[in-house]
């Protein structure tokens, strides 16, 4: 048998020892997890901080930049939404330009189609979302739906006039009641929600958010919107408790929002849905993109300002220490701790349903991990 190799160290025990470099398999290895894992969020590396800031500078000051690495980057400007909005500051290709705008006013047509489908089988419906990005417009048409009765009608007619496609849904949408399918002819999907919620704990009357909505015209179309206050709420509810991130437009959107929205009204909607903590954490992660990008914008730093009188101190901030990266993953323990919160609040009210779906949240958000683990990345099948 032949002998062991035995390396320098223990031929001569007090020898320094020349650390090989990796082999090129390793090396490409570990480049190969560390860009899944910058995909995901899971590491916020300097190089992505440093582009996701570039990208913010010039959205937020309207201010043109050059970039180095253009694919990088127009792959960035589609996860955050803003592609359309960046198109003249960081001359982006005319194709992807091009197919930008195909696919708004595809979203749109879709929209007219099932608004006027709906009208006519008297579902009532408002828009949630969906065009609170223009002239960026995502890739899914989402409708409150708030009647269980109407939901299911409305889910019955798609299946069996428009034979769509059903969309596999999380262990948690299928608790909510929602429902997601394509149409034929359309790239975007089509959602429609019974309430804004992730687990079925409680926020909001979507019964009440669909007897404020009004109608206004967008880019030369009727769309059913809901009261700016509440399109304010919901955002909040879907980047704190069911998207659990920030993207650029989220930023974007909500500056423009506060312009015309109504700050009594959305202190008491963000306090009747006992998120005061999370409405603090939400302005503040925004507040660090803001101050690193110079930004100083008077309306939002006065509802900062009263919501800080309203809902105390920021509890949280150890936690946002990071690097500001593009789209802002919101820290896994900051998410538990704001369920928890709502939770004993609803508690205290003896909303003990919503508060035992708040209580929910942290086994689900690890077997979420470990699903998408399991998977090998991606979206886990349960959040």
């Not at 007619?157 to 034979?163: D, F, G, P, R, T």
């Not at 980047?239 to 930023?251: E, G, P, T, W, Y």
């Amino acid at each position: 048998m032949g002998a062991p190799s035995i390396g320098a160290a223990e031929w001569f025990p007090g020898s320094a020892v020349i650390a090989q470099p990796p082999s090129r398999d390793k090396q490409v290895h570990r480049l190969v997890k560390l860009n899944f894992l910058e995909e995901i969020g899971g590491v916020k590396t300097a190089r992505r901080e440093a582009e996701s800031l570039l990208l913010a500078k010039a959205l937020l000051n309207n201010k043109r930049v050059s970039v180095k690495d253009e694919a990088r980057m127009l792959k960035l400007v589609k996860k955050n939404k803003v592609l359309l909005r960046a198109a003249n500051l960081l001359f982006l290709p005319q194709e992807s330009i091009d197919e930008a705008k195909k696919d708004a006013a595809e979203a749109f047509d879709l929209y007219d189609e099932m608004s006027e489908f709906f009208a006519k089988r008297e579902v009532d419906f408002v828009a949630i979302k969906s065009f609170d990005s223009l002239p960026d417009i995502g890739h899914d048409i989402d409708l409150l739906v708030p009647s269980a009765t109407q939901l299911s009608k409305a889910e019955n007619i798609l299946l069996n006039e428009y034979k769509v496609k059903p969309q596999g849904l999380t262990h948690c949408d299928r608790l909510l009641g929602k429902f997601s399918c394509f149409l034929p002819g359309y790239k975007h999907d089509f959602e429609l929600y019974p309430t804004i919620s992730q687990l079925g704990e409680v926020h909001l009357d979507p019964v009440e958010v669909l007897r404020s909505r009004r109608k206004i015209m967008l880019e030369g179309r009727e769309v059913w919107m809901t009261s700016d206050s509440d399109r304010v709420l919901i955002r909040v509810i879907h980047a704190m408790f069911r998207h659990n991130f920030l993207k650029l437009s989220d930023i974007l959107d909500f500056l423009k929002l506060i312009e015309t929205a109504n700050r009594d009204e959305v202190l008491q909607k963000i306090d009747n849905a006992r998120i005061g903590d999370a409405f603090i954490f939400y302005l503040a992660s925004m507040d660090r993109f803001l101050k690193s990008c110079q930004v100083e914008n008077s309306r939002f730093l006065d509802l900062q300002k009263l919501a800080e009188v309203r809902f105390g101190r920021d509890r949280l901030s150890f936690l946002r220490r990071d690097r500001l990266v593009l789209p802002y993953r919101i820290p896994t323990v900051a998410i538990i701790l704001l369920f928890l919160l709502k939770g004993a609040r609803e508690a205290a009210q003896k909303r003990w349903r919503s508060s035992l779906s708040c209580l929910a949240a942290p086994s689900l958000i690890i077997l979420d991990f470990l699903s998408a683990a399991v998977r090998a990345g991606g979206r886990g099948g349960v959040w």
